[in-house]
């Protein structure tokens, strides 16, 4: 069962990292479990819009990821996004600080850009933050993930997919968690190194293993109501994120066809999250 309460309505609620706040702009309502009782699953659901984020709560999900730009797999949204998003919803609200798609080592400029989001998330009321740097050579940049991460409390820190194109991932498992609890993150966003997390159930297992409740796994790759039970039972992991986008006719064509970006087919085609699809989704984890 989830905590919800009348927009508008002042209370005191915990947020991800077990503190107190008296405003749901910073903290959003969790329910804890008694001593020896496993937690509920937690659902984290992708999306780039407030009709997304809306369809979200409604379908019964924890929290969002909010971003931009997801067909590059996800950059920072704007500042409007996410006042309007936090006024619109009492799901959590993670926002992704990503300056630009593609490699995730970041120069001094794109860094300090980082900063500011950080700040801007912080601003309008963010319950978290979804981050990541590597080095040149590949390995996990912990020193200024943890800048990051410093800066941002008091909200919750992922640090996101970055994760599972380290170097340190491709070597050594356990290593690279260390590395991340390092960065004193929250949680690690991760399909384990795989395309999916079907086929990383095993590498998600010894992560949630090995961290011993350092940290939290929340799974992701290509997770819908058909797989999230058998992943959370071999996995063992009590939080999951999924995409769940469908494809949206386009409601204004254009003739002839133009495009004001790479491609027309890719400019014309919008996506959006269905409240079924995440209803579906909460059904198949709540019966797990």
Known sequence: MRARCRIGAKAEFENDNGGTCANRSSAYPTMRSPPGVRDSVSIE??????????????????????????????????????????SGTLLGVQVMIRPRCGDFCYS???????????????????????????????????????????LARPLSVTFHRAFDLSRDLARDVKGALEAVILTGADRILTSGGKPAAMEA???????????????RILACGGINASNAATIIRDAGVNEIHAGLRRP?????????????????????QRFEVREEDVRNLRSAVDAA
């Open 201 to 215: 159930r095993s590498i998600l297992a010894k992560l949630v293993q090995d961290a011993e409740g350092r940290i």
């Open 108 to 150: 001094g400029e794109e860094f300090e850009i980082m900063r500011h989001d950080v700040l801007a998330a912080r601003q309008f009321g963010a319950n978290g933050v979804v981050l990541g740097l590597l080095k040149e050579d590949g390995s996990i940049d912990v020193e200024r993930t943890r800048e990051l991460a410093e």
């Open 248 to 268: 949206l006719r386009n409601a204004t064509p254009v003739h002839p066809p133009l495009s004001v970006g790479v491609e027309y087919e890719r400019d014309a």
């Open 45 to 86: 659901i992708c999306v780039d819009s407030v009709a997304s984020a809306i369809a979200s709560e409604r379908g019964g999900a924890d929290r969002i990821e909010l971003c931009s730009n997801l067909r590059e797999g996800g950059t920072t949204p704007s500042a409007g996004t996410v006042e309007v998003v936090r």
